[in-house]
């Protein structure tokens, strides 16, 4: 991991044990940088980069670009069912599958934040199936709580991340969370701009 990682303001609200991150669009892409340079750095080439899908998709394509790899593939897991609303499984559903060959590659698996852990245990399971001659994995942020570590992370935090690419299912789920807890939208749009949403984004999302 970079020295020259950036460090992120952390916000936290009365009532919740849990603090806010919100890096932009900006600071994700220098995340991406710093992490490759250091991918790059150690001497491993890849053949093909893996992500989850959803989460992974936005900065995978910059990650190849960054490592020069040129074959990109995804796959998605989940842990809930859409038959068994709100309750986590205890093994993830494989919801779309891998569709290229891994046979004798040299494989990333890639994706946007190691959380528990879970699900970078059962992706390199996953893939391991496919016959790769290696998997490296990188994730852009990792918790220090999480089950297992990526070879590569580009920073580390214990806050709830407030990704660029999903301010609106945010901005949806926190105000939807919040009004149940009896807050009106204006101490909801304070809370969201004081998180480090963008003021214009919040207006459009909460409207």
Avoid at 89 to 94: E, F, I, Q, S
Avoid at 120 to 148: C, M, Q, R, V, W
Wanted: hydrophobic content about 40%; overall charge positive.
């Amino acid at each position: 991991m970079s020295n020259n990682k950036i460090l992120f303001k952390k916000t936290q609200f009365l009532k919740e044990s849990w603090a806010y991150i919100a890096p932009t669009w900006e600071e994700m892409g220098l995340i991406c940088l710093d992490l490759g340079v250091e991918i790059n750095n150690s001497g491993k080439k890849f053949d093909t980069l893996i992500t989850l899908a959803k989460g992974g998709w936005t900065w995978a394509r910059t990650m190849a670009d960054i490592l020069q790899v040129y074959e990109l593939s995804s796959f998605k897991l989940s842990f809930y069912d859409s038959m068994l609303p709100g309750k986590k499984l205890k093994k993830p559903l494989l919801e779309i599958p891998l569709s290229i060959p891994l046979a004798k590659k040299r494989v990333i698996l890639f994706d946007d934040v190691n959380d528990s852990g879970e699900s970078l245990e059962y992706a390199l399971d996953y893939l391991n199936h496919f016959g790769p001659t290696s998997i490296t994995t990188a994730t852009l942020f990792h918790k220090p709580h999480a089950k297992i570590k990526p070879d590569f992370l580009g920073s580390e935090t214990d806050a709830w991340i407030v990704f660029p690419h999903e301010r609106r299912e945010v901005i949806d789920g926190l105000a939807m969370k919040w009004k149940k807890n009896g807050l009106k939208i204006k101490e909801i749009r304070e809370r969201l701009i004081k998180i480090g949403l963008p003021e214009k984004e919040v207006n459009i999302f909460l409207s």
